[in-house]
């Protein structure tokens, strides 16, 4: 289990860190993964899920965020591995605008 560690209001939300500190986690694989992109597969609206990486290429562990609204300027630099869907889509709207501590900005 691991808890949502960022909230970036009308960005995203990030988890995946099992020490909910935003400084953890390891890949299934045991060592960091490629990146993977498809042209199909693109960050244009809320509810996008996809790894989150350490600012480099090729740098996927366990970390990932969901958007919360459209980031297109995240082609290319994030693997998408899903989306959500159904009436789940409000949630992210509320947990977009739940307070946050001074080190989600």
Do not use: W
Not at 15 to 25: E, F, V, W
Not at 53 to 62: H, M
Not at 78 to 92: A, M
């Amino acid at each position: 289990h691991t808890i949502f560690h960022r909230i970036i209001k009308g960005f995203m939300i990030q988890g995946g860190d099992p020490t909910g500190t935003g400084q953890g986690g390891e890949s299934v694989y045991g060592k960091p993964f490629k990146d993977e992109f498809h042209s199909r597969l693109k960050f244009t609206h809320r509810g996008i899920v996809a790894m989150a990486n350490a600012g480099g290429k090729d740098e996927n562990a366990s970390q990932f965020f969901i958007t919360l609204d459209k980031c297109t300027h995240l082609e290319k630099k994030h693997t998408i591995f899903g989306k959500v869907t159904g009436n789940t889509v409000y949630n992210l709207a509320e947990i977009g605008d739940l307070d946050t501590g001074k080190d989600d900005i």
